[in-house]
């Protein structure tokens, strides 16, 4: 009981990209770029092994961002028009590209990457993909022009996609929606609809995950504005707790969601972010295993998986590795307090 796993991405080396910010130009093209992905890889799995994580992720390390990377690879999505647009509710900037004709993939997108790390460690396998309503979110449209229309395409793309990723070994295939914490009403209306497309027929454990994004500038000065309390799961937990997702990834350490929300997602499996990923200070185990001990009064043990807040792409490495060490310490000490192996 209480497998650890992270939200997906940690930090990329310098060797591979730009430290330190989102959508990085990578530092090398070619040949050299590819080998360099598989290096890092290698390397992220290690790290996560080394710090006792029990269901590991490549650590995004082959994409540029977590959208981009997946529509770089989809027919319909023009990268050459590209527009600055107001994305997360006009939240902040981001330069994306243009949906100008039907969707259709163009081949495997992330297959090579799940071979290759699925060969590469014994651990469970997680894999991360964004969900429809984040990727509708990210680009600009002006062939369907109609946001439940091309989240539902999205979807029929990203079901293709999964089934492929899931017959090659994974154990979770998980969809990120931090859009469901901003567009409340699209969830109900077609938001589950969408993941349900997204994951038919597949083998694997199914996971969302809805955060309140990075801790970039933007973000943390977003929740500022959010109030004493933020409820914005109070609308979502019950319409996935009725939906046939298997697991909810969720922010909790130094957040001001009541924990009580948790308990609105009864018979889910629950990722409980124990680990911030807005501040370079890294927790220690016994703030980490305070969280869990909270979140337990609402997740019973054996649905509660200890997590990150959100990924850790943007943190130094040294901080990512010390928080992977504190949330796996963190974890065996309230294993070892329920009795259970540490
Ligand atoms: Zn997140």
Redesign the pocket.
């Known amino acids: 009981m209480l497998l650890t796993t992270i939200?997906?991405s940690l930090p990329k080396p310098s060797w591979l990209a730009t430290p330190g910010v989102l959508w990085a130009p990578w530092a090398l093209e070619g040949p050299a770029l590819e080998e360099a992905k598989r290096d890092a890889v290698l390397v992220a799995l290690k790290e996560q092994e080394t710090a006792g994580i029990d269901i590991v992720t490549d650590g995004e390390q082959s994409r540029q961002h977590f959208v981009h990377g997946f529509l770089e690879r989809i027919e319909g999505v023009d990268f050459g028009r590209r527009v600055t647009i107001g994305i997360r509710a006009d939240r902040y900037k981001a330069e994306v590209p243009t949906v100008t004709g039907p969707l259709a993939r163009r081949g495997s997108i992330h297959g090579e990457e799940v071979r290759f790390a699925r060969a590469h460690t014994q651990r469970k396998l997680k894999f991360t993909i964004p969900g429809p309503m984040t990727i509708v979110d990210t680009l600009a449209d002006e062939h369907y022009r109609d946001r439940r229309r091309l989240a539902l395409e999205f979807a029929r793309v990203i079901n293709e996609e999964a089934r492929e990723l899931a017959a090659l070994g994974l154990d979770v295939l998980q969809l990120?929606e931090?859009a469901f914490n901003v567009y409340l009403d699209d969830v109900k209306a077609w938001g589950i609809e969408a993941l349900h497309r997204a994951v038919e027929g597949l083998r694997c454990r199914t996971a969302v995950?809805?955060?309140?994004?990075?801790g970039i500038k933007a973000n943390v000065e977003w929740k500022a504005t959010l109030g004493s309390e933020w409820r914005h799961y109070e609308q979502t937990f019950p319409l996935l707790a009725g939906s046939r997702i298997d697991q909810v990834?969720l922010?909790c350490a130094n957040s001001r969601v009541p924990l009580e929300l948790l308990g609105l997602l009864r018979g889910k499996d629950v990722l409980v972010g124990a680990i911030d990923?807005a501040t370079e200070a890294v927790e220690t185990p016994a703030e980490v295993a305070a969280t869990l001990r909270k979140a337990l009064a609402f997740v019973p043990p054996e649905r509660l998986y200890p997590c990150t807040?959100?990924?850790m792409v943007p943190l130094p490495r040294e901080v990512a590795r010390g928080k992977l060490g504190a949330l796996a310490a963190g974890a065996a000490l309230v294993r070892k307090e329920l009795g259970a192996p540490a």
């Not at 995950?209 to 990075?214: L, Q």
């Open positions: 939200a997906g990120d931090p995950h809805i955060c309140y994004g990075y990834s922010e990923v807040n959100c990924g």
